[in-house]
């Protein structure tokens, strides 16, 4: 039995079409709100993907009618699961828990598309900005509702919605707590590709299959590249590039490419 085929507390897991690792937030009583089940089943799956040379592109999205709500509020209100114990305890549950995801996605190099089926509130808005692009409809719904809660985002929101939206639009978010939706959530920026509601799926796979038609290595590179250059400075960013450089350049996928293009067909990469 693969990997994959294993049950994962509320998630869904699914291959398609060899090289695309459909990965479905599965609690939707609770609008995909997330749990510590879900915490250890996510980070679980994404670490095994990122080591799985087959799986060339992630897609992440939400059961039913929400791409994720955030935190469970009714297990805020009662102080159970991962809202137990005191300031310190509290301090020590958010470390060791939600934040497992921040750090899990922030080190892997598969390219991860967001497919921001329906609401994405709290920290669910902040898993959407932890993934490389985000896809979205006339449903999508987007939300830094924590100040609303009397809360701050604790998963990492500050760090991740600026560096989608850039720092005027992410205050704007966080100190309104406005929700934004559809196409104005596109123009907004938090929306890479809009598509229509019943096209959504399908355009998703399409644009997972272009990026998994790519040179696989190169894509992690360039992925693992683009989050070093915008966090140091030149010369860290020009020393990374010639490593990885002269990996790539010396790669079976690379003189595939060369070779391809030389007789006028599509190249078959192997991630070698």
Same mark, same amino acid.
């Given at each position: ?43 679980? =799956? ?9 799986? /060339? +592109?992630?897609?992440?999205?939400? %059961?039913?009618?929400? &791409? ?24 020590n549950r958010y470390m060791h828990g939600i934040q497992q995801i921040p750090r899990c ?46 809360? =701050? ?9 600026? /560096? +989608?939206?850039?720092?005027?639009? %992410?205050?704007?978010? &966080? ?21 229509p509601f019943k096209d959504i799926v399908a355009e998703t796979e399409k644009l997972a ?64």
């Open positions: 039995m693969s990997f994959y085929e294993n049950n994962f507390s509320h998630l869904e897991v699914v291959i398609k079409h060899s090289h695309q690792l459909w990965v479905t937030l599965n609690n939707p009583e609770q609008m995909n709100a997330i749990t510590n089940a879900m915490i250890e089943s996510l980070v679980s =799956v994404l670490k095994h993907a990122d080591f799985d040379k087959n799986i /060339r +592109v992630i897609v992440l999205t939400g %059961a039913q009618k929400s &791409f994720c709500a955030g935190g469970d509020i009714k297990a805020m209100e009662e102080k159970s699961g991962m809202f137990e114990g005191e300031s310190n305890e509290l301090r996605l922030e080190e892997i190099s598969t390219p991860i598309i967001a497919l921001v089926n329906g609401a994405a509130i709290g920290a669910g808005c902040d898993l959407a900005m932890m993934c490389d692009l985000r896809v979205g409809s006339e449903l999508s719904k987007f939300g830094e509702t924590f100040t609303r809660m009397g809360l =701050v985002p604790g998963d990492g929101g500050t760090f991740f919605l600026q /560096r +989608v939206v850039g720092y005027s639009k %992410a205050i704007q978010m &966080f100190l309104t707590a406005e929700i934004i939706e559809g196409e104005k959530a596109h123009q907004f920026g938090l929306l890479n590709f809009y598509f299959a272009t990026i998994a038609g790519l040179a696989p290595i190169a894509q992690s590179m360039t992925k693992k590249a683009m989050k070093i250059s915008y966090l140091h400075d030149l010369h860290t960013s020009l020393d990374t590039l010639a490593s990885f450089q002269g990996i790539t350049q010396r790669s079976s996928d690379h003189f595939e490419a060369l070779l391809a293009f030389k007789e006028k067909r599509n190249p078959k990469f192997k991630s070698e």
